[in-house]
């Protein structure tokens, strides 16, 4: 275990007087004092080299943890599915969903959100029956925060790492039904389903390449709390370990 560790986080964005503020990358890490310079250095890198854009805004925040306060649990098992065409691929994302308890009317608004924006900061949280989105965040959205690999894992690609990494945290929540995610990463069009059941399975394609629109929505129970469920995704720092 880590004698003292940092939150070490970074969000970087496009800034114009008539749009507003545009979300170009964003990133999260945990790690030693020793560690924070070169943590600082690969996200500023990140930050710097995105297919979104050029960053003119870069805030990197770093703040110490208590080792006591860190959760550790496993990530989720990976799978993958392919499909010929974005609609197949939508359509066997809709399946599982379905499985797992998720309603046509939630997957309508969820499908409906993530083709519709194209600068959502953050996660949408809706009831996974009714469909009703119950976070109040707009655009911004509720960011999954404080979240990094106990080690790294050579068998993962940067990019599949931190998203498994977040999807595990999420579907640790007793509250979490399911997660649906497409990036916003107009060349990249993998997007992936997931719960504690079913695992992480990574789905493609769920958008045209090009496309700028995309997201995280997360499907929730009809007994969350909602306060406790979001103070768990941004606050409560967790590590992801292999057993």
């Known amino acids: 275990m880590l004698k003292a560790c940092y939150s070490i986080r970074m969000r970087a964005a496009e800034r114009s007087p008539e749009l507003g503020e545009k979300h170009i990358s964003g990133g999260e890490r945990i790690g030693s004092k020793s560690q924070i310079e070169p943590i600082v250095k690969q996200l500023l890198k990140k930050a710097s080299n995105h297919s979104r854009g050029d960053a003119d805004f870069i805030q990197i925040t770093v703040e110490k943890i208590a080792p006591d ?3 550790y649990i496993s990530p989720l098992e990976i799978s993958t599915v392919e499909e010929a065409s ?10 599982i969903l379905t499985s797992l308890g998720v309603s046509e009317h939630a997957l309508d608004v969820a499908f409906h959100q993530l083709s519709r924006y194209q600068n959502l900061r953050g996660a949408i949280i809706l009831n996974s029956k009714t469909g009703l989105r ?9 960011r999954v925060s404080r979240i990094d690999w106990q080690d790294d894992d050579g068998d993962l690609n940067e990019r599949v790492g931190e998203a498994l990494a977040l999807a595990s945290k999420v579907a640790n929540s007793p509250f979490t039904i399911a997660e649906l995610c497409w990036s916003d990463d107009p060349d990249y069009v993998t997007g992936y389903v997931s719960n504690r059941g079913i695992g992480y399975v990574r789905i493609t394609p769920l958008k045209r390449d090009g496309c700028e629109s995309g997201g995280r929505v997360y499907f929730v129970s009809d007994e969350v709390e909602l306060e406790s469920f979001i103070n768990y995704l941004e606050s409560v720092p967790v590590l992801i370990r292999r057993d």
């Open 86 to 95: 974005i609609e197949k691929a939508r359509s066997e994302a809709r399946k």
């Open 134 to 142: 119950l976070d109040d965040r707009g655009q911004k959205g509720v």
């Open 69 to 71: 306060q860190i959760q």
